[in-house]
């Protein structure tokens, strides 16, 4: 790759569709503590709880391909990177966030009517899967505007 003229490299996908999961998931798990809190979303012909539990499945559906593209992108990374630290820790936080958001979604969906807010032990994992989201979009950001800005910037 570092032998590619610039305005040759493909840009990435993975950073174009975790969009997805990352908003569907922080909307969803919003809407459900904000009904813990008593505070309901007052939409006109839209309820809390079945538009809480489509984000939250929107958004363990949409992690896969996302996922999928962050693999092949980080093929394309150099190798300095793909073996430091920072980007395993990216992959384990936001594989950490998926595996919490499906276990919300599957406490969910057991024993709980359609259009009633989660259990709290529900609403606690996405809780912690979006503190996982945190985390591993920090150390996103340090792969991006750090180690590759600093290998990208040391090519010739």
């Not at 503190?131 to 150390?139: E, N, P, V, Y």
Request: aromatic share 10%; proline share 7%; net charge neutral.
């Amino acid at each position: 790759m570092a032998s590619e003229p610039r305005a040759a490299r493909r840009h990435p996908l993975h950073p174009a569709i975790v969009h997805f999961p990352i908003a569907s998931w922080t909307l969803g798990t919003a809407i459900d503590l904000m009904a813990w809190g008593g505070v309901g979303l007052h939409l006109p012909g839209i309820e809390s709880a079945p538009l809480s539990r489509f984000l939250l499945w929107t958004g363990i559906v949409s992690a896969v391909p996302a996922a999928v593209a962050g693999v092949a992108d980080y093929l394309t990374l150099p190798r300095k990177i793909q073996d430091g630290p920072t980007i395993n820790r990216h992959m384990i936080w936001m594989g950490c966030a998926w595996a919490l958001y499906l276990g919300a979604g599957i406490l969910r969906e057991q024993g709980a009517s359609f259009d009633s807010i989660p259990a709290w032990w529900a609403t606690l994992a996405e809780l912690a899967g979006f503190l996982c989201l945190i985390f591993g979009g920090r150390a996103a950001a340090i792969v991006v505007f750090e180690e590759l800005a600093d290998s990208r910037s040391r090519e010739p």
